[in-house]
Protein backbone atom coordinates (compact mmCIF):
# COMPACT_ATOMS: atom_id res chain seq x y z
CA UNK A 1 0.00 0.00 0.00
CA UNK A 2 1.08 4.09 -0.34
CA UNK A 3 2.38 5.15 2.25
CA UNK A 4 -0.53 7.26 3.33
CA UNK A 5 -2.23 4.06 3.87
CA UNK A 6 0.23 2.72 5.94
CA UNK A 7 0.15 6.13 8.02
CA UNK A 8 -3.96 5.72 8.86
CA UNK A 9 -3.68 2.38 9.34
CA UNK A 10 -0.81 2.47 12.42
CA UNK A 11 -3.50 5.18 14.04
CA UNK A 12 -6.33 2.62 13.54
CA UNK A 13 -4.43 -0.24 15.03
CA UNK A 14 -3.61 1.91 17.94
CA UNK A 15 -7.02 2.52 18.53
CA UNK A 16 -8.20 -1.16 17.33
CA UNK A 17 -6.15 -2.21 20.54
CA UNK A 18 -8.04 -0.21 23.11
CA UNK A 19 -10.44 -3.34 22.90
CA UNK A 20 -7.68 -5.05 24.72
CA UNK A 21 -8.26 -4.95 28.04
CA UNK A 22 -4.80 -4.84 29.09
CA UNK A 23 -4.49 -1.59 26.80
CA UNK A 24 -7.65 0.09 27.30
CA UNK A 25 -7.07 -0.11 31.29
CA UNK A 26 -3.39 1.36 31.83
CA UNK A 27 -2.03 4.85 30.09
CA UNK A 28 1.22 3.88 29.33
CA UNK A 29 0.69 0.96 27.54
CA UNK A 30 -1.73 2.55 25.89
CA UNK A 31 0.42 5.33 24.76
CA UNK A 32 3.26 2.97 23.87
CA UNK A 33 1.12 0.66 21.89
CA UNK A 34 -0.16 3.74 19.40
CA UNK A 35 3.24 4.31 19.06
CA UNK A 36 4.41 1.42 18.50
CA UNK A 37 1.15 0.46 15.97
CA UNK A 38 2.58 4.06 14.24
CA UNK A 39 6.02 3.22 13.70
CA UNK A 40 5.39 -0.16 13.02
CA UNK A 41 2.83 0.12 9.90
CA UNK A 42 5.86 2.08 8.28
CA UNK A 43 8.89 0.50 9.40
CA UNK A 44 8.74 -1.89 6.40
CA UNK A 45 8.96 0.57 4.06
CA UNK A 46 12.68 2.49 5.48
CA UNK A 47 14.14 0.69 2.32
CA UNK A 48 12.20 3.37 0.12
CA UNK A 49 15.70 5.61 1.29
CA UNK A 50 17.29 3.26 -0.86
CA UNK A 51 15.61 5.94 -4.35
CA UNK A 52 18.59 8.31 -3.01
CA UNK A 53 20.61 6.32 -4.38
CA UNK A 54 19.20 5.49 -7.87
CA UNK A 55 16.15 3.61 -9.32
CA UNK A 56 18.16 0.07 -9.56
CA UNK A 57 18.57 -0.27 -6.10
CA UNK A 58 15.36 0.74 -5.21
CA UNK A 59 13.37 -1.68 -8.07
CA UNK A 60 15.87 -4.18 -7.22
CA UNK A 61 15.70 -3.65 -3.32
CA UNK A 62 12.06 -2.54 -2.58
CA UNK A 63 10.09 -4.62 -1.00
CA UNK A 64 12.56 -7.17 -0.50
CA UNK A 65 14.56 -8.39 3.20
CA UNK A 66 12.86 -5.34 4.98
CA UNK A 67 9.16 -7.66 4.13
CA UNK A 68 10.91 -10.68 4.72
CA UNK A 69 9.94 -13.29 7.79
CA UNK A 70 12.78 -12.48 9.72
CA UNK A 71 12.26 -9.00 9.61
CA UNK A 72 8.75 -9.02 10.94
CA UNK A 73 10.06 -10.92 13.44
CA UNK A 74 12.97 -8.49 14.27
CA UNK A 75 11.29 -5.33 13.03
CA UNK A 76 9.07 -5.04 16.36
CA UNK A 77 12.05 -5.97 18.63
CA UNK A 78 13.51 -2.62 17.49
CA UNK A 79 10.88 -0.47 17.51
CA UNK A 80 10.32 -1.62 21.55
CA UNK A 81 13.92 -1.21 22.06
CA UNK A 82 13.33 2.41 21.34
CA UNK A 83 9.76 2.58 23.04
CA UNK A 84 10.37 0.51 26.21
CA UNK A 85 12.83 2.48 28.33
CA UNK A 86 11.02 5.70 27.25
CA UNK A 87 7.91 3.88 28.55
CA UNK A 88 9.28 1.34 30.99
CA UNK A 89 5.04 1.11 33.02
CA UNK A 90 3.80 -0.09 29.61
CA UNK A 91 3.15 -3.97 29.74
CA UNK A 92 6.07 -4.97 27.41
CA UNK A 93 4.04 -8.66 26.29
CA UNK A 94 1.09 -6.03 24.58
CA UNK A 95 3.48 -4.22 23.13
CA UNK A 96 5.40 -6.25 21.64
CA UNK A 97 1.81 -8.01 20.64
CA UNK A 98 0.23 -5.07 18.49
CA UNK A 99 3.57 -3.65 17.29
CA UNK A 100 3.99 -6.97 16.02
CA UNK A 101 0.73 -7.28 14.04
CA UNK A 102 1.34 -3.57 12.83
CA UNK A 103 4.19 -4.82 11.12
CA UNK A 104 2.41 -8.06 10.31
CA UNK A 105 -0.30 -6.48 8.83
CA UNK A 106 1.91 -4.06 6.57
CA UNK A 107 3.39 -6.61 4.77
CA UNK A 108 0.40 -8.36 4.29
CA UNK A 109 -1.80 -5.94 2.69
CA UNK A 110 1.30 -5.44 0.35
CA UNK A 111 1.19 -8.75 -1.29
CA UNK A 112 -2.85 -7.72 -2.28
CA UNK A 113 -0.94 -5.36 -4.75
CA UNK A 114 0.55 -5.68 -8.33
CA UNK A 115 4.10 -4.52 -7.10
CA UNK A 116 4.18 -7.52 -3.99
CA UNK A 117 7.21 -8.18 -2.24
CA UNK A 118 9.19 -10.99 -1.22
CA UNK A 119 7.42 -11.85 1.87
CA UNK A 120 8.23 -15.91 1.79
CA UNK A 121 12.14 -15.10 2.32
CA UNK A 122 14.88 -16.14 3.12
CA UNK A 123 12.48 -19.81 2.15
CA UNK A 124 12.10 -18.37 -1.34
CA UNK A 125 12.97 -15.31 -3.33
CA UNK A 126 9.82 -15.46 -5.10
CA UNK A 127 7.38 -12.01 -5.50
CA UNK A 128 4.42 -12.96 -3.96
CA UNK A 129 2.22 -9.80 -5.97
CA UNK A 130 -1.66 -11.21 -5.85
CA UNK A 131 -2.94 -7.79 -8.05
CA UNK A 132 -6.11 -7.63 -5.90
CA UNK A 133 -5.94 -4.21 -4.54
CA UNK A 134 -4.47 -0.95 -6.25
CA UNK A 135 -1.20 0.43 -4.19
CA UNK A 136 -3.61 3.31 -3.25
CA UNK A 137 -7.03 2.08 -3.00
CA UNK A 138 -9.56 5.65 -2.42
CA UNK A 139 -11.98 3.08 -0.58
CA UNK A 140 -9.64 1.57 1.84
CA UNK A 141 -8.12 4.65 2.68
CA UNK A 142 -11.20 6.60 3.04
CA UNK A 143 -13.02 4.09 5.95
CA UNK A 144 -9.58 4.51 7.88
CA UNK A 145 -9.81 8.22 7.48
CA UNK A 146 -14.19 8.36 8.69
CA UNK A 147 -12.76 6.06 11.56
CA UNK A 148 -10.08 8.63 12.63
CA UNK A 149 -12.88 11.45 12.32
CA UNK A 150 -15.21 9.50 14.02
CA UNK A 151 -12.57 9.31 17.10
CA UNK A 152 -11.63 12.49 17.05
CA UNK A 153 -15.70 13.06 17.52
CA UNK A 154 -15.57 10.95 20.79
CA UNK A 155 -16.65 7.69 18.97
CA UNK A 156 -15.11 4.44 20.49
CA UNK A 157 -11.87 3.70 18.88
CA UNK A 158 -12.23 -0.15 19.56
CA UNK A 159 -15.50 -0.65 18.17
CA UNK A 160 -15.40 1.99 15.58
CA UNK A 161 -12.23 0.13 14.01
CA UNK A 162 -13.39 -3.42 14.70
CA UNK A 163 -16.67 -2.35 12.82
CA UNK A 164 -14.59 -0.76 10.01
CA UNK A 165 -12.16 -3.82 9.24
CA UNK A 166 -15.10 -6.12 9.35
CA UNK A 167 -16.21 -4.11 6.10
CA UNK A 168 -12.61 -3.97 4.76
CA UNK A 169 -12.42 -8.10 4.92
CA UNK A 170 -15.80 -8.21 3.37
CA UNK A 171 -14.15 -5.50 0.66
CA UNK A 172 -11.12 -7.58 0.03
CA UNK A 173 -12.96 -10.88 -0.15
CA UNK A 174 -15.20 -9.21 -2.99
CA UNK A 175 -11.95 -8.08 -4.64
CA UNK A 176 -10.53 -11.60 -4.73
CA UNK A 177 -13.81 -12.80 -6.54
CA UNK A 178 -13.49 -10.17 -9.14
CA UNK A 179 -10.37 -10.76 -9.63
CA UNK A 180 -11.28 -14.66 -9.57
CA UNK A 181 -14.01 -14.19 -12.18
CA UNK A 182 -11.58 -11.91 -14.18
CA UNK A 183 -8.77 -14.47 -14.69
CA UNK A 184 -11.76 -17.04 -15.87
CA UNK A 185 -13.03 -15.07 -18.31
CA UNK A 186 -9.55 -13.95 -19.83
CA UNK A 187 -9.27 -17.83 -20.21
CA UNK A 188 -12.26 -17.94 -21.89
CA UNK A 189 -11.11 -14.90 -24.41
CA UNK A 190 -7.21 -16.00 -25.11
CA UNK A 191 -7.48 -20.03 -24.11
CA UNK A 192 -3.55 -20.44 -25.23
CA UNK A 193 -2.40 -17.89 -22.01
CA UNK A 194 0.33 -19.29 -20.21
CA UNK A 195 1.11 -16.17 -18.08
CA UNK A 196 -1.99 -13.59 -16.74
CA UNK A 197 -1.39 -10.83 -14.67
CA UNK A 198 -4.12 -8.69 -13.62
CA UNK A 199 -3.14 -5.48 -11.90
CA UNK A 200 -5.91 -3.74 -10.28
CA UNK A 201 -6.89 0.00 -10.70
CA UNK A 202 -8.31 3.00 -8.66
CA UNK A 203 -11.12 1.90 -9.96
CA UNK A 204 -13.09 -0.62 -8.67
CA UNK A 205 -14.59 -2.25 -11.69
CA UNK A 206 -11.16 -1.70 -13.58
CA UNK A 207 -8.32 -3.86 -14.75
CA UNK A 208 -5.25 -3.51 -16.26
CA UNK A 209 -4.22 -6.90 -17.82
CA UNK A 210 -1.25 -8.68 -19.47
CA UNK A 211 -1.28 -12.27 -20.91
CA UNK A 212 1.60 -14.66 -22.39
CA UNK A 213 1.29 -17.01 -24.48
CA UNK A 214 3.40 -19.52 -26.42
CA UNK A 215 3.95 -17.08 -29.55
CA UNK A 216 2.46 -13.75 -28.41
CA UNK A 217 1.86 -11.25 -25.87
CA UNK A 218 -1.44 -9.51 -24.90
CA UNK A 219 -2.01 -6.32 -23.33
CA UNK A 220 -5.99 -5.31 -22.52
CA UNK A 221 -8.08 -3.44 -20.52
CA UNK A 222 -10.70 -5.58 -17.63
CA UNK A 223 -14.32 -3.98 -17.00
CA UNK A 224 -15.78 -6.15 -14.70
CA UNK A 225 -15.79 -9.55 -16.82
CA UNK A 226 -15.61 -8.09 -20.05
CA UNK A 227 -12.13 -8.35 -21.78
CA UNK A 228 -10.48 -5.45 -24.33
CA UNK A 229 -7.36 -6.66 -26.35
CA UNK A 230 -5.77 -3.14 -26.91
CA UNK A 231 -2.23 -4.46 -28.04
CA UNK A 232 -0.61 -7.45 -29.22
CA UNK A 233 3.01 -8.18 -30.10
CA UNK A 234 4.35 -11.25 -31.34
CA UNK A 235 6.72 -13.08 -28.95
CA UNK A 236 10.13 -12.97 -29.87
CA UNK A 237 13.03 -14.37 -27.56
CA UNK A 238 15.88 -11.92 -26.64
CA UNK A 239 18.61 -12.58 -29.28
CA UNK A 240 21.89 -13.61 -28.10
CA UNK A 241 23.77 -10.76 -30.04
CA UNK A 242 26.66 -8.55 -28.74
CA UNK A 243 24.68 -5.47 -28.01
CA UNK A 244 22.16 -7.13 -25.89
CA UNK A 245 24.90 -9.23 -24.48
CA UNK A 246 26.59 -5.69 -23.61
CA UNK A 247 23.72 -3.91 -22.43
CA UNK A 248 22.67 -6.74 -19.79
CA UNK A 249 25.46 -5.96 -17.86
CA UNK A 250 24.20 -2.66 -16.83
CA UNK A 251 23.04 -2.03 -13.51
CA UNK A 252 19.48 -0.58 -14.55
CA UNK A 253 18.69 -3.19 -17.28
CA UNK A 254 19.62 -6.08 -14.77
CA UNK A 255 17.14 -4.64 -12.12
CA UNK A 256 14.64 -4.30 -14.81
CA UNK A 257 14.65 -7.99 -15.79
CA UNK A 258 14.73 -8.94 -11.90
CA UNK A 259 11.32 -6.71 -11.92
CA UNK A 260 10.04 -7.22 -14.66
CA UNK A 261 7.82 -10.75 -15.74
CA UNK A 262 6.14 -9.79 -19.27
CA UNK A 263 7.83 -7.31 -21.76
CA UNK A 264 9.24 -6.50 -24.97
CA UNK A 265 12.50 -5.20 -26.52
CA UNK A 266 13.57 -2.90 -29.34
CA UNK A 267 17.46 -2.54 -30.36
CA UNK A 268 17.36 0.40 -32.45
CA UNK A 269 20.88 1.49 -34.23
CA UNK A 270 22.49 4.90 -35.03
CA UNK A 271 25.15 6.71 -36.46
CA UNK A 272 27.26 6.68 -33.48
CA UNK A 273 25.37 4.72 -30.88
CA UNK A 274 23.06 1.77 -30.47
CA UNK A 275 19.89 2.41 -28.02
CA UNK A 276 18.54 -0.62 -26.71
CA UNK A 277 15.23 -0.47 -24.85
CA UNK A 278 13.18 -3.00 -22.56
CA UNK A 279 9.15 -2.12 -22.27
CA UNK A 280 6.91 -3.64 -19.30
CA UNK A 281 3.68 -4.21 -20.86
CA UNK A 282 1.57 -4.20 -16.93
CA UNK A 283 1.19 -0.74 -16.97
CA UNK A 284 -0.28 0.28 -20.04
CA UNK A 285 -1.77 3.91 -19.75
CA UNK A 286 -3.26 6.43 -22.24
CA UNK A 287 -1.69 4.08 -25.44
CA UNK A 288 1.86 4.24 -23.34
CA UNK A 289 3.95 2.08 -22.10
CA UNK A 290 5.67 3.95 -19.63
CA UNK A 291 7.88 1.56 -17.48
CA UNK A 292 11.19 0.92 -18.85
CA UNK A 293 14.83 -0.04 -19.54
CA UNK A 294 16.81 2.04 -21.57
CA UNK A 295 20.58 1.65 -22.34
CA UNK A 296 22.67 3.37 -24.51
CA UNK A 297 25.59 2.22 -26.25
CA UNK A 298 28.52 3.63 -28.50
CA UNK A 299 29.66 1.85 -31.60
CA UNK A 300 32.35 -0.23 -29.82
CA UNK A 301 29.46 -1.60 -27.47
CA UNK A 302 31.15 0.86 -24.12
CA UNK A 303 27.48 1.69 -21.90
CA UNK A 304 26.89 5.33 -22.24
CA UNK A 305 24.00 6.08 -20.68
CA UNK A 306 21.10 4.48 -18.84
CA UNK A 307 17.83 4.38 -16.76
CA UNK A 308 15.26 2.62 -15.64
CA UNK A 309 11.81 3.68 -14.19
CA UNK A 310 8.53 5.80 -15.18
CA UNK A 311 9.06 8.02 -18.46
CA UNK A 312 6.09 9.71 -19.59
CA UNK A 313 7.84 11.69 -22.52
CA UNK A 314 10.75 11.77 -24.67
CA UNK A 315 12.25 15.40 -22.87
CA UNK A 316 12.20 13.60 -19.17
CA UNK A 317 13.98 10.63 -21.09
CA UNK A 318 16.63 12.55 -22.82
CA UNK A 319 17.13 14.12 -19.28
CA UNK A 320 17.81 11.23 -17.27
CA UNK A 321 20.01 9.43 -19.79
CA UNK A 322 22.18 13.03 -18.98
CA UNK A 323 21.85 11.92 -15.79
CA UNK A 324 23.04 8.17 -15.79
CA UNK A 325 25.25 9.01 -17.92
CA UNK A 326 28.99 7.24 -17.20
Do not use: C
Request: aromatic share 14%; glycine share 6%; proline share 5%.
Amino acid sequence: MDTGTHVVMGFALGGLATLDPVVAEHTATAHSVLIGTIIGSQIPDIDTVLKLRNNAVYIRNHRGITHSIPAVMLWPLAIIAVIYPLMPQANLLHLWLWTFFAVFLHVFVDIFNAYGTQALRPFSSRWVALGIINTFDPFIFIMHVIGLILWGFGADPGITFALIYVILIGYYLRRIYAHHSLKKAIKKRIPTAETIIVSPTMRFHQWRIAVKTRDSFYVARGHQRSITVLDEFKRIPIPDTDVINAAKKDKNLSAFLHFSPVFRWEVDEYDDYYEVRFIDLRYRSNGHYPFVAVVQLDLDLNITGSYTGWIFSKEKLRKKLEINTF
